[in-house]
Every structure is written in structure tokens, then in C-alpha cells.
Nanobody, 118 residues
Framework: QVQLVESGGGSVQAGGSLKLSCVATGFTFSSCGMGWYRQAPGKERQFVSMINNIAATNYASSVKGRFTISRDNEKNTLYLEMNSLKTEDTAQYYC????????????WGQGTQVTVST
């Protein structure tokens, strides 16, 4: 069974930092593209960042230069390092895997809450 489990969320002051983790099981993690999305209450789920199987990355304009996505294939873990956090970063953050490659599926974690206060 494919499973993604996020951790590392919490409450921080604006300007602070937080690092999220996502542990993947049930598939060949190293072969699959992975990403982070976020969703605030009443809003659509929004793309944050992604990283492919050879570690090429993409970022939403709103987080470019502040967030860094990375992966550790030996640990089957995806990370999101968030720096210079703003109140508008407050959301539930979700880990996902991308389908399209043999053995990879579109799968979502259950999310971890990030709250940034002034």
C-alpha cells in the first residue's frame, strides 16, 4: 500500500523557519516525482514545490527563494525547508507523489498544519 506521512508542522513567528518531512512507503520512492502543496481554509489546494527523480526542482513564485525542497532516497523521505515565513504561508501542507512513471502513483498524505503568526 502506498502511504505518505507528513510531520514537522507547528506554530512559528513571522520570519521564523520550519522543516517539514514526508516519509513514503509502498512504492519505489527514488523513481517518483514528489511535491508539496498547501491549502488554507476555504481555499483551493495550491502548488508549493516539486522535485523529480533526478532532483530537479520547481517552486511557486510565492515561495521561491524562501523554501527549499529536497529528498533523501535512502530514507524514502521528502523535505521542505521553510525560511522567512510569512503569515500568508499559514496552511495545511500536503506531501504528494506523482504518477506517470511505471510504479508511481498520484497519492496524497493527510497533511501537517503550519501556522505563522505576527
Amino acid at each position: 500500500q502506498v502511504q505518505l506521512v507528513e510531520s514537522g508542522g507547528g506554530s512559528v513567528q513571522a520570519g521564523g523557519s520550519l522543516k517539514l518531512s514526508c516519509v513514503a512507503t509502498g512504492f519505489t520512492f527514488s523513481s517518483c516525482g514528489m511535491g508539496w502543496y498547501r491549502q488554507a481554509p476555504g481555499k483551493e489546494r495550491q502548488f508549493v514545490s516539486m522535485i523529480n527523480n533526478i532532483a530537479a526542482t520547481n517552486y511557486a513564485s510565492s515561495v521561491k527563494g524562501r523554501f527549499t525542497i529536497s529528498r533523501d532516497n535512502e530514507k524514502n523521505t521528502l523535505y521542505l525547508e521553510m525560511n522567512s515565513l510569512k503569515t500568508e504561508d499559514t496552511a495545511q501542507y500536503y506531501c504528494r507523489s506523482y504518477g506517470g512513471v511505471l510504479g508511481c502513483q498520484d497519492t496524497w498524505g493527510q497533511g501537517t498544519q503550519v501556522t505563522v503568526s505576527t
